[in-house]
Every structure is written in structure tokens, then in C-alpha cells.
């Protein structure tokens, strides 16, 4: 491969990755940057830059280290080359960081599986401290077995591997920068922390690579399920797993040899906790949703921290009608949506006014709820939560007859009060540079 195809390649990367504050401030430098990063996995002395920690509550408290504008580019790259290939590859039990394959498609195939009415039993768990505990050797060999498959030049595999290798053996809590609520880190438990982790150890959980690196490191355990122990109804998310069985002997001879195999092979753990085996006509807690034959119910803490950031956002328009609940996290950092991070930098302050960006936002954080509410059987809990926990949110939003999702009401997009764009955080071009327009790279979208 020459340096001009793999620029190419590292300007689709560049296009693909998620545009974020930390993209924006880099945007200009793209050009120098993919030229770095070109020559350095050309030459194979691509090393990772500083990492960022910060702790999220989604919705337990995990830690979250963050890689730099070009890693993420480098992960976007890594990922674009070697998944086309080995995706089709993986089961069809495999969900998660997959296309077509989310955790929507797994609870359809859960209840798919509920309705047989031979599994009368479940097993349910998941793997202790997963993303921490994975071996980075057991990884490397792996990745060495996968990427020997590929349809590429032995120079690119040799690029490949090396760039692989580098990312699974790099440690990024070396000079590491903290950011955010620093009072959240202290609230992770030590064994969920990469900071504890011993040597050899371990996969970031803020890399892009990690997720996709998790399905290979899993593919090991689904194969060994599926070929060797025979099981029909098996699917995993991540590191959940779920089997079913028509008696609770089968389940429990199935989690013996699945401990087994993945401490011998994967050097892995189940939860001792996390392991439940029930009757399933108690339905199934999957993902967010309480699973049953004949419908779905969310849970009630998805619905919980739905009317919290119902209220959070009542008290930013209107404080004076929803007085401030430390419950809500304004100050003490709960959430990571964009508003809220805005109010966490002061850069937006109580009471706000009101412009097009900032309900925007507003709509598509409301949206995102009601998509995994209308997935499951719950009409007269979405309408309840329009007609009597928007609040002042109506004046802005209406709801559509089916209260599927949420809108922007004309009067609020007309309104010449509400016309003028939020500044903040927002970088403005008056043209395109040359380079974005040689790569192919549509305009930012910052305005």
C-alpha cells in the first residue's frame, strides 16, 4: 500500500468519525494530521497519544478513558479494514457493535425465543469485569489468527497487525488528563477501574477498537457454545449472556462448562453475583426492557431517569415553577448529554432562554427515550409522560397522535427569538479549505 491510498483511507476515517467538540477544535489540522498518521503506519512507529478519564453514570458509574482526535481516527481506520471481513464471520448469536445486529434485534430474538413453550427455563450472566480482565496475549493471538485471513498484500497485514498491537498493549493511564466531574472517579469501585488493572490487562472502554475488538475475543465462547455444547438457544450482548432450556439441570450443566471454558481458554470469569436461573414465565430483564411472550415493558429506571431529565430541563427553562433537586445532577454532574455538560461549564446559566440549538438538542435527547419506549408496548405510558410531565417543554414540543416521538412546534422555528444559533462550543468557517473539498469530505455540520 502506498502513502496516497492510505491517506485516502484515513480521510473516509476522518469522515466517519463523530463529530464532536474534540473534532471541531481539531478540524483545520486534519490535513497534517492524516499525513502523520500515514507515515507513522507506513513505517510502523504509530504510538498513541495522551489519553482523557472522565466517569459516566449510564447508569452505574463506569470510567471512561478517551483517546485523541488522530487515535480516534486511527481506530476508525483499524476497524474499517478489518471488520467488512471478519463480521460475516462472527454468529448470529453475536449482538452489539454489529450493523443490523443492535440490542433492539436482541430483545426481538429473546422474545422469538420466549415463545417456544419448551424453554421454560433461563440462564442469565455476564462476565466479571469484562472489558478489564480481558488478556491482552490470549487478544494478540487472536487478532494474529484473523488478520492472516485477510484478502490484503502481506504488507498491509503487517500494518494492520502492528497497529493492532500497539493499540491492545498501550496503556493509556500514562500521563493521562482528567476531565469532567472529578468527584465521579471516586465512586468507582477498584475493580472497575483500568488504573488497578495488573499487567497485560485490559481494553479501554472509550476506544472504538475495543468494541469491536470484545466481538472477536467473544466469538472464541460463542463458537464453543454453539458447536461444541450444542445449544440452540443462545445469544449474547457484550459479555451478557443468555441461554434457554426446557429444565434448570440442562442450564446449570451449560454454565458449569461455560465457566470452565472461559477461564481455561479466555482467562475470563462469570459474575458470582450476576448469574440468575429462573422459570421463564417471570419474563426476562434484557437490555433495559422486562422481556415477555406476548409484549415488552421498559424499566422503571429507564423511565426514572427519563422524568428526571424531563424536570432538569423544566427547571432550565423555568426555575422559579421546578426549583432545583440535587436529584436532577445539574451541579453534582449526573448525565452526559450535551446540555447538561454546558451547564456543568457554566456556559449556560439558570434561567436559560430559549434559542433553536439549544431545543434541538432538547428534542433529540426527548426522542431518544421515546425510540426505546415505543420499541416495547407502552402507549399510555408515553402519553402519560407528554400531557402530564413536559411542563413547560409544550410550550416548545408537541407530540405526534400516537406519541411516537416528539417535534418542534413552527412558532418556536419562526420566532425570530429563537432563530439565533447558540455560539457555544461552536466553531464557524466562512469556506472550505481546499483539502476537505480534495477528500471528498462533505461541509461540516457546526451551524
Not at 343 to 354: A, D, F, I, S
Not at 381 to 405: D, I, P, S, V
Request: hydrophobic content about 35%; charged content about 25%; overall charge positive.
Amino acid at each position: 500500500m502506498n502513502r496516497q491510498v492510505l491517506s485516502k483511507e484515513l480521510f473516509i476515517a476522518v469522515r466517519q468519525t463523530r463529530t464532536t467538540v474534540q473534532k471541531k477544535q481539531h478540524y483545520l489540522e486534519i490535513p497534517q494530521i492524516v499525513n502523520r498518521l500515514a507515515e507513522q503506519i507506513i513505517s510502523r512507529t504509530y504510538q498513541p497519544s495522551q489519553y482523557s478519564c472522565f466517569a459516566i453514570s449510564d447508569p452505574t458509574p463506569r470510567e471512561i478513558l478517551a483517546p485523541s482526535y488522530p487515535d480516534r481516527i486511527v481506530h476508525r481506520w483499524l476497524v474499517n479494514k478489518m471488520e467488512p471481513y471478519i463480521d460475516k464471520r462472527f454468529l448470529d448469536c453475536s449482538y452489539s457493535n454489529r450493523k443490523g445486529k443492535g440490542h433492539h434485534h436482541a430483545v426481538k430474538q429473546l422474545q422469538f425465543y420466549l415463545n417456544n413453550p419448551a424453554n421454560k427455563y433461563y440462564l442469565k450472566s455476564d462476565i466479571e469485569s469484562f472489558f478489564n480482565s480481558i488478556d491482552h496475549a490470549v487478544l494478540l493471538f487472536l487478532l494474529e489468527r484473523w488478520i492472516s485471513k485477510l484478502p490484503y498484500s502481506e504488507q498491509e497485514r503487517a500494518m494492520i497487525e502492528s497497529v493492532a498491537k500497539t493499540i491492545v498493549t498501550h496503556n493509556p493511564t500514562h500521563n493521562v488528563v482528567y476531565n469532567g466531574n472529578k468527584e465521579k472517579l471516586k465512586i468507582i469501585p477498584p475493580s472497575k477501574s483500568y488504573f488497578n488493572n495488573p499487567p497485560g490487562r485490559g481494553l479501554p472502554l472509550g476506544n472504538l477498537s475495543s468494541q469491536f475488538f470484545a466481538n472477536i475475543y467473544l466469538h472464541e465462547l460463542d463458537w464453543f457454545v454453539k458447536q461444541q455444547l450444542h445449544v440452540r438457544y443462545y445469544l449474547r450482548y457484550v459479555d451478557d449472556i443468555i441461554i434457554m432450556a426446557e429444565s434448570g439441570e440442562e442450564l446449570n450443566f451449560y454454565c458449569k462448562k461455560i465457566a470452565d471454558f472461559l477461564e481455561e481458554k479466555l482467562k475470563l470469569q462469570l459474575h458470582p453475583n450476576k448469574t440468575i436461573l429462573q422459570p421463564t414465565r417471570y419474563g426476562i430483564d434484557f437490555l433495559g426492557y422486562i422481556v415477555r411472550r406476548d409484549y415488552l415493558l421498559v424499566r422503571k429506571r429507564v423511565v426514572k431517569n427519563f422524568k428526571r431529565k424531563l424536570y432538569f430541563y423544566n427547571h432550565l427553562l423555568a426555575p422559579d415553577k421546578y426549583p432545583f433537586r440535587r436529584v436532577v445532577g445539574l451541579e453534582v454532574g449526573q448525565g452526559n448529554g450535551k446540555i447538561e455538560k454546558l451547564c456543568r461549564t457554566h456556559e449556560l446559566t439558570v434561567p436559560v432562554k430559549p434559542n433553536r440549538s439549544l431545543l434541538l438538542s432538547m428534542q433529540s435527547s426527548l426522542n431518544s427515550y421515546y425510540g426505546i419506549f415505543r420499541f416495547a408496548d407502552t402507549h399510555h405510558l408515553r402519553k402519560e409522560l407528554y400531557l402530564h410531565r413536559f411542563g413547560t417543554l409544550q410550550k416548545y414540543f408537541y407530540a405526534n397522535n400516537r406519541f411516537h416521538k416528539t417535534g418542534l412546534l413552527k412558532k418556536c422555528l419562526t420566532n425570530s427569538s429563537l432563530s439565533e444559533e447558540s455560539q457555544v462550543g461552536q466553531v464557524v468557517h466562512t469556506g472550505l479549505p481546499e483539502w476537505l473539498v480534495q477528500a471528498g469530505l462533505p461541509k461540516p455540520n457546526f451551524f
